[in-house]
């Protein structure tokens, strides 16, 4: 079975005897991220484990790709090279020499499979919006503070989308969001990414910067905001390939942009680019030390939606 969205993916975990359940009061201020840094390192990256209880209405699923078991179960695969396989054989046929009719003939169906990769837009509300916060706190969501010296709490698997403002051609990344209160975070992009990029085009216009925040949702989002794609394609196109079914997109409540209507969670706000930059971190990175402290965009929060039943990923 493919995962479709966080529940089906955490009903596969459990199917393969991949997940713990724990039910007991567990604090996200460093208890739950302790407890995970010693579970993921036992053999085989230990199990993924659903926090039950975090003292708000969402439980908390962590160390949920902490192996090439559960990468596998992620993205609907036997084996992870089979990603790579599917990758090459396309590329391989798009880009071959066609010297006859025939084997021009023979790409359409190829071609056809492609245009239903790409994201539709529903003029419909998603499940993401089932719940609609009329006055967005963060502090309403299980956000980890995960070591000692961290700056403070960081929402660590943000699904953050953005477009340029001329060419409106999406981009998903992954950039760590420190909260300050509870509708402002830090938006800590490196300026040689994508989202950085399309921060300075919006300065240069002198505009804010509609971004939209998803947390879970199809497992295969957390993949394609991570992968090394080219500059310009779509990473819900690329997901669109993943799973051969196209991604369903609804318009934010608040904010001119898309995001799959499956997701768990959506944070919308926007980026001031004439404020004033903010000093985020410390934070404990994957490189095993502390990342200093340095000056990133403010993230204001306009609105908070949510699937009833959501499941925070960390």
Not at 3 to 13: D, G, K, M, T, V
Not at 262 to 270: L, S, T
């Amino acid at each position: 079975m493919k995962s479709y969205n966080f529940q089906h993916f955490i009903a596969e975990l459990e199917k393969n005897n991949e997940l713990i359940r724990v039910q007991e009061f567990v604090d996200p201020e460093l208890e739950i991220a302790e407890i995970t840094d010693r579970i993921s390192k036992t053999p085989f990256g230990g199990k993924a484990i659903l926090f039950e209880n975090t003292e708000t209405k969402f439980p908390v699923l962590i160390n949920a790709f902490g192996s090439v078991k559960r990468m596998c179960i992620a993205l609907g695969v036997n084996e992870f090279d089979d990603l790579g396989k599917k990758i090459d054989t396309l590329f391989g046929t798009l880009t071959s020499p066609k010297d006859s009719l025939l084997q021009k003939l023979k790409m359409l169906p190829i071609l056809k499979s492609m245009s239903d990769w790409f994201p539709k837009e529903s003029n419909k509300k998603g499940v993401c919006q089932e719940v609609i916060q009329k006055d967005p706190g963060l502090n309403s969501l299980p956000i980890l503070k995960c070591w000692p010296k961290d700056g403070g709490r960081f929402i660590t698997l943000p699904i953050v989308i953005t477009k340029d403002p001329d060419s409106m051609i999406r981009n998903v990344g992954m950039y760590r969001m420190q909260v300050f209160e509870k509708n402002k975070t830090g938006m800590h992009w490196h300026k040689h990414k994508v989202g950085a990029r399309h921060f300075e085009e919006y300065k240069k216009r002198g505009k804010k910067m509609p971004v939209a925040v998803i947390l879970g949702g199809d497992p295969v989002y957390t993949y394609v905001a991570t992968a090394p794609l080219p500059d310009n394609i779509d990473e819900f196109l690329f997901a669109g390939f993943l799973r051969n079914k196209r991604v369903e997109m609804v318009k934010c409540i608040s904010q001119n942009l898309e995001v799959p209507a499956d997701a768990d969670f959506v944070i919308e706000g926007y980026v001031d680019p004439s404020e004033d930059l903010v000093l985020e971190g410390p934070f404990g990175d994957h490189t095993g030390y502390y990342s200093l402290a340095d000056y990133y965009p403010k993230f204001h929060v306009t609105c908070i939606t949510h699937r009833k039943g959501a499941v925070y990923p960390a």
